[in-house]
């Protein structure tokens, strides 16, 4: 009566030979299993099931198992068994299923172990034979990003010097012993112009871990919001848990530019957090330098328990002396400090084109006004005056800054860019069986309203989803093979989705649809089939039509019983066709009863025929 049998956990016999024993008592329904004598005479024996033992242990191997039991309850009585013990009497072929499903839960656990290993090693080959110049690198990066080529042209130098030096590393362990400054990059402009997906993509294409996180996410001692030390964390999962392939891979960190601590009444920067800025930066400086995170955040609950159990030490470790560390940010208010700063020296580049100016090589004349950004000309002392602490921004000696995108640019990144959002539309149409497609008026005016937007390149995405939202809703319910965006789709969409509209048939709509329903209905309950009456489509049609109800989503709610009862039916008289009249249309549910009570009427009848129009 005190103690509760529940479940032996096979685990505690796993290396004994288990025979379950079917038994069958009043005590104890037939059919179920216990283990024999000589399993329990052996567990018994082992001081992690029993303890040390005493003058009650069986010694006799054919004692009889109700005996054996009742030590077996007396130990768990008097706590001599482990506190976790549990107990059950399992039926032999439940207990045979389970250990197959055991066997394939591990073959499948194998498999991906061998899998996500073959994927470390493979990453690690490609870059102990990395070989990359900078120029193959910037070509890559060409088929995504748009402009730029200052950007393409810092990162490609500084991604190769630091996997040339990881390679050397990885050829000879001892070379990890010198002095090695790390060329972490600063990238500087505004929002949508490509800093993170010129790194994505980089990282991508060299084959190593990646991680980008907000700098406004961190906080100093990560009680409140993120520890800095979580990054190192999240590169060891996009590693598949391969620390050495984690420590050497990219961390990005976004909005930096938000963590910086300016003195009081200065507006070069403004700070997104509610924290210590100086502290997260601290903590940012940390990682940049040969330090080793712990693989369990100590904050955290469950690495606290992991600790205590372990007994005090700590599990391994990541070095981050070989983790590369990208930051960017907008930094506006220092662009425009510069710019008063420097203005001067635009009014003579206007006047002597060819002096001193820092833009792309590839923009026009005309452009270089629109696009100009001072940042380029931030020294150290500037990035220590608008709030970054100085060991921080010493840290990060490569600096570079990305132009803004004009409307030529965004009209570039639709048509040529490998990862342009309208291939993404496309794809998104072509689910319902829409062929979309654009024409060049429609693009320049999508590109000249995203130039507006002042995001870059998200400006796009922005223009588009306004300009094709109810498109999106509507267009799947209508007859359309094709849809083309033109510059009037663009300027009034309301206006133009009006005109489509009208032009369809809704009634012709409804029927069409109502067929489709019918067709489903007898795929999916085969091989009952439905076809509605003339007068029952002509009735649901012009109900759903006058309703603006969509005919398959409400066949599906009136019906909701009816292969129920026609496959009842079905059984009783092996009717396999019906016919649904208005009545049932009108209320499926008195006519569903209507046809069981005849057929509970005609239950001796050879046939009930319930097809009549």
């Known amino acids: 009566q005190q103690i509760k049998i529940v479940e ?195 990282a991508e294409f060299i084959g190593v871990p990646f991680v980008k996180a907000d700098a406004t996410k961190f906080s100093e001692t990560g009680i409140v919001g993120r520890d800095a030390e979580d990054l190192v964390r999240d590169l060891v999962d996009k590693a598949n848990g391969d620390k050495q392939l984690a420590e050497i891979g990219i961390i990005y960190i976004d909005e930096v530019d938000k963590i910086a601590n300016p003195p009081k009444n200065d507006v070069t920067t403004t700070s997104g957090s509610t924290f210590n800025t100086r502290g997260v930066q601290n903590n940012l400086l940390k990682l940049m330098e040969d330090t080793e995170v712990s693989l369990q955040n100590p904050m955290a609950p469950q690495s606290l328990k992991s600790l205590l159990e372990q007994g005090g030490k700590e599990d391994k470790a990541v070095r981050t002396k070989n983790i590369l560390f990208i930051f960017s940010g907008a930094f506006n208010g220092l662009n425009e400090k510069l710019k008063k700063e420097h203005g001067q020296e635009d009014m003579i580049s206007s006047m002597f084109p060819h002096f001193g100016s820092r833009y792309d090589d590839d923009d026009e004349e005309e452009e270089r006004p629109k696009r100009r950004s001072y940042l380029d000309k931030a020294t150290t002392r500037d990035f220590i005056e608008a709030g970054m602490e100085p060991e921080f921004i010493g840290r990060v000696p490569v600096r570079c800054a990305l132009q803004a995108l004009l409307a030529e640019d965004l009209l570039h990144i639709m048509t040529s860019s490998e990862g342009s959002v309208l291939r993404q539309l496309e794809e998104d149409f072509k689910g319902y069986g829409i062929d979309l497609k654009f024409t ?142 208005r009545e049932m249309a009108e209320n499926p549910q008195e006519e569903m009863t209507v046809w069981l009570t005849l057929l509970d009427r005609s239950f001796e009848a050879e046939r009930v025929d319930l097809t009549i129009i």
């Open 440 to 581: 060049d008026e429609a693009l320049q005016e999508v590109a000249e309203r995203s130039e507006a937007e002042q995001t870059g390149a998200r400006g796009i995405v922005t223009v588009l989803e306004n300009t094709l939202r109810e498109f999106k809703f509507e267009l799947p319910s209508l007859p359309f093979k094709e849809f083309t965006v033109d510059n009037q789709t663009v300027v009034d969409p309301k206006w133009m989705l009006g005109k489509m509209i009208e032009s369809v048939n809704q009634t012709e709509v409804r029927v069409n649809d109502l067929v489709s329903f019918a067709e489903q209905f007898g795929r999916q309950h085969d091989p009952v089939q439905i076809v509605f009456s003339p007068e029952a489509t002509v009735y649901l049609a012009n109900l759903c039509v006058e309703k603006d109800w969509q005919m398959r989503s409400y066949c599906t709610h009136i019906f909701k019983g009816l292969p129920e009862t026609l496959k009842r039916i079905y059984l009783e008289t092996g009717q396999d066709l019906f016919v649904i009249t």
């Open 8 to 202: 032996i956990v096979p685990d505690y016999f796993r290396h004994l030979p288990i025979q379950p024993l079917r038994v069958a008592s009043k005590q104890r329904p037939s059919g179920h299993a216990i283990w024999k004598a000589s399993v329990l005479q052996e567990a018994a024996r082992t001081k992690e099931l029993f303890g040390d033992g005493g003058d009650d242990e069986p010694q006799d191997p054919d004692e009889s198992l109700p005996d054996l039991l009742k030590q077996l309850m007396k130990k768990a009585a008097d706590g001599k068994l482990p506190g976790d013990t549990q107990i059950t009497f399992m039926d032999a072929d439940k207990f045979a299923h389970l250990q197959d499903l055991k066997r394939k839960r591990q073959k499948k656990e194998e498999a991906v172990e061998k899998e996500r290993e073959g994927r470390t090693s493979e990453a690690l080959e490609r870059i102990k034979n990395f070989d990359y110049r900078p120029k193959e690198i910037r070509d890559y990066l060409d088929r995504f990003v748009i402009k730029q080529s200052d950007a393409k042209k810092v990162l490609s130098i500084a991604i190769c010097d630091h996997y040339n030096h990881v390679r050397r590393i990885l050829e000879d362990p001892a070379s990890a012993r010198r002095d090695y400054t790390k060329p972490n990059v600063l990238l500087l402009g505004p929002t949508g112009v490509g800093k993170t997906y010129l790194m994505r993509n980089i």
